[in-house]
């Protein structure tokens, strides 16, 4: 019987654990596999890591298994088994897997952690049924009491090994640019805009190469090499490489393996403090693209952004931007619902119209990027023109939908960072005669910036929403001191728990002649 029980416990605690581990393991991939951001997740998010009643109730069975072990008596030992059992089906019912906004994806290298975690669960029960089981019950308590901290264990165990898998793939990304002699590289990074820009410059340079471009948010270092290893072909001319960071030294890790020859810089701003601690740390990390740059390298940069011009730049440069400051600069700017009309200033002082559906400066100025690489590349006015009307909203960036009710969504779910909410704002307010509602979670990764920022957006939603839907009810209270601080009525603001909530009130306020804001979706690792 005591066998039997003890098997059974096992069983209900490898069910249990694994429930915290596979939810661990999950924030893990949306940390970007990063294990300090996954601690401070951990760190963020106690009440689910150290849940009381889980620790109450995994303890009370902890001390009654080590009580057993000196006090052996058949029908003790019997009735703490079988209390654990019933604590344990109570915890496995009552862990509920919550709804996933961004999937959990069965990669590789979660395949491997897997692996990793079923060696140990076999461990376990080998101990288990070949020594005291009292003490590997005990023990086996201990850690399901603190599941996700198993989660940290097994990546950490695991650590060696992805290292060197993650070597073998860059050195065969190295070796195929490296046989790639016709290949030009174009780096494009900065505080925000990447992607947005990287989509409008491929869209552009397409009409007279044939291009790649990193896929999606694929920004990372294993990002490029898997872009690299999987889609680059000698057919290929250019390849547009996104560059992302989180930490000085990133970009350097990028450039070291593509080698561009052209970079772009979007912006530097307060991106990712948490990591990156300081701007001028996030400076540096930017500039590492340009750093890299051969001597015959060009370096387009946002004349706009008052960090740029800060910077000391060594490599040659082309500045653009939206005034006459800049070598390549919108002029005549017309911006309406259905998308913006303007000239672009070349040096040679040329005007090249340019009509796109996207909206606001931001994107504006990002297609000015386009044009000024398109014509340091050699491609005519008219091939630029004939791709500029190509440009389509990148998905989640100030993306205009028609809803079936004929009210209207402006998606800007992906955006994150304060100039690009400021933006999305003036958008909003640009659509008079309907109601301006604004749904967002705020701003995040800004350490001891987060409330001074959030509470600045705050401020500017008061006066670009008629309604504002909060979600989520901690991240949220400096937007919502900040619209008290400018006046903002208490009954146009509404703090929804989550992203449903929010659905839920958007549908019960929402008409016919609504105009919605999503500005930023955060995945669940913030939430």
């Known amino acids: 019987m005591e066998k039997f029980l003890l098997n059974f416990n096992l069983l209900l605690l490898v069910i249990y654990l694994y429930k915290q581990v596979r939810h661990g393991l999950h924030i893990y991939q949306l940390e970007n596999y990063y294990a ?47 209390l654990e059992a ?30 990793t975690y079923i060696i140990l669960i076999a461990i376990v029960f080998t101990l288990a049924n070949l020594l005291n089981y009292k003490i590997v019950l005990a023990c ?34 190295k070796e195929k640019l490296k046989e790639d002699k016709n290949l030009t590289v174009v780096g494009i990074t900065g505080s925000y805009g990447k992607t947005s820009t990287k989509y409008i410059v491929n869209t552009i340079l397409s009409q007279k190469y044939n291009t790649l471009k990193t896929p999606g948010n694929f920004n990372t270092t294993m990002g490029v090499v898997r872009t690299v290893n999987d889609y680059l072909s000698p057919m290929h001319q250019l390849f547009l490489c996104e560059m992302g960071a ?71 440069t082309i500045k653009y931007g939206l005034t006459e400051e800049a070598d390549y600069y919108a002029t005549d700017i017309d911006i309406t619902e259905r998308g913006s009309s303007f000239n672009v200033v070349t040096p040679k002082n040329e005007k090249i119209a340019i009509k796109t559906r996207l909206l606001g400066n931001l994107n504006i100025l990002n297609v000015v990027a386009g ?115 400018a006046k903002y009525p208490d009954g146009k603001i509404y703090m929804a728990k989550n992203l449903q909530d929010a659905l839920s009130k958007m549908n019960s306020i929402m008409t016919k002649d609504s105009v919605v804001l999503f500005e930023n979706d955060l995945p669940d690792n913030y939430l």
């Open 86 to 115: 019933l604590v344990l089906l109570f915890l496995i019912i009552k862990k509920k897997r919550a709804q996933e906004k961004k999937p959990f994806v069965l990669t590789a290298r979660m395949k491997r952690m897997y692996v």
């Open 140 to 173: 086996m308590n201990v850690a399901v009491a603190f599941g996700y901290v198993v989660a940290y264990l097994v990546s950490y165990i695991n650590l060696p090994i992805e290292k060197r898998i993650r070597q073998g793939y860059i050195n065969k990304a």
């Open 246 to 316: 989180y930490y000085p030294g990133d970009i350097k890790e990028i450039t070291d393996l593509v080698h561009p020859k052209y970079g772009i810089l979007t912006a530097i701003g307060p991106q990712h403090l948490d990591t990156f601690k300081s701007l001028e740390n996030v400076r540096k990390t930017k500039l590492e693209l340009v750093d890299s740059l051969p001597d015959d390298g060009v370096a387009f940069v946002n004349w706009e952004d008052e960090n740029i011009r800060n910077s000391k730049i060594s490599k040659k």
């Open 371 to 485: 044009v000024a690489v398109a014509d340091t590349l050699g491609l005519t006015a008219d091939e630029i023109k004939v791709g500029a009307k190509y440009i389509r909203p990148v998905p989640h960036r100030l993306e205009l939908k028609q809803n079936p009710n004929g009210s209207l969504t402006i998606d800007d779910a992906y955006n994150s960072n304060i100039r690009g909410a400021t933006m999305a704002l003036e958008v909003l307010k640009q659509f008079s005669g309907r109601k301006k509602i604004l749904i967002t979670p705020g701003i995040v990764e800004l350490a001891d910036k987060a409330a001074e920022i959030n509470q600045e957006f705050g401020r500017k939603a008061a006066a670009a929403a008629d309604f504002v839907i909060l979600v989520g009810n901690t991240q949220t209270v400096p937007i919502y001191n900040g619209l008290r601080e």
């Open 36 to 82: 300090d951001r996954y601690a401070k997740w951990m760190r963020n998010h106690k009440d689910i890591v150290y849940e009381k009643k889980k620790l109450l109730l995994m303890g009370l069975a902890t001390v009654l298994v080590i009580v057993s072990i000196f006090y052996s008596n058949y029908y003790f030992v019997i009735g703490t088994l079988v």
